[in-house]
């Protein structure tokens, strides 16, 4: 709900460009595999960390801590890894499949977020790394439900890790949908920080689109020139 907002304020180029944003919920991509990949589509595929239990049930991301992930399309798609660990350990080259020329697929998920004192955050879904990345205007939001909960989070005192606690708990059982909302009309989406895996993902397609424009457009010129017709 939130990212064609911060295309429009971050992206110019891809604000003026034809894209397509489909919510699917991120984690059921991999449905939509063989008919991107045998199209041809360029694609950017925004999913959760979704960090789970030995019963598969959700559970506060932590490093060195033997979780996985309960993502089907990290783990069979991209970038084809099942532990937390491997998925925060994956390189950008992890994240991205290309078969032919002009197409690729690229992954974005929760990656850690510095915090002062040395204290990393790793959030689990959209919601907390939005706030990490937003603390300061947390601190002072206007809202109740979700926000008044984040609002008081930020403001506890506790530890990095503990304030993560607080949220997974919160977003577990509180209107998703409600927080964006609330956001769209108590703050302007682009007065906020984008999300740093979202931010790197969009980066990534910007690229794509640009040196596809670059490829595309003199064989396009080349066969009106000689009076080729689509």
Do not use: C
């Amino acid at each position: 709900m939130l990212v064609p907002h911060f295309i429009a304020k971050h992206y110019a180029f891809l604000h003026a460009r034809y894209l397509t944003i489909l919510e699917i919920g991120g984690s059921h991509a991999q449905k939509l595999r063989d008919l991107i990949e045998h199209l041809g589509l360029l694609t950017l595929v925004i999913t959760d960390l979704d960090a789970g239990g030995t019963d598969g049930s959700a559970i506060q991301p932590a490093i060195g801590a033997g979780q996985m992930t309960n993502n089907p399309t990290l783990k069979d798609w991209l970038p084809g890894k099942s532990t937390i660990d491997e998925l925060l350990a994956a390189s950008a080259a992890d994240k991205v499949k290309t078969d032919i020329d002009l197409f690729a697929v690229r992954v974005a998920y929760q990656m850690p977020i510095s915090r002062p004192n040395n204290e990393t955050a790793l959030p689990y879904t959209f919601e907390d790394a939005l706030i990490f990345e937003n603390f300061e205007t947390f601190k002072t939001i206007k809202g109740t439900g979700l926000i008044g909960k984040a609002r008081a989070a930020v403001n506890s005192g506790k530890t990095t890790v503990e304030i993560g606690a607080d949220l997974f708990n919160a977003l577990r059982s509180g209107e998703k949908a409600k927080f964006a909302l609330d956001l769209l009309f108590n703050q302007s989406p682009g007065m906020l920080n984008v999300p740093n895996y979202i931010a790197e993902g969009l980066a990534w397609l910007e690229v794509e689109l640009k040196q596809k424009q670059i490829e595309v457009i003199p064989v396009a010129v080349a066969a009106a020139a000689i009076g080729v017709t689509a």
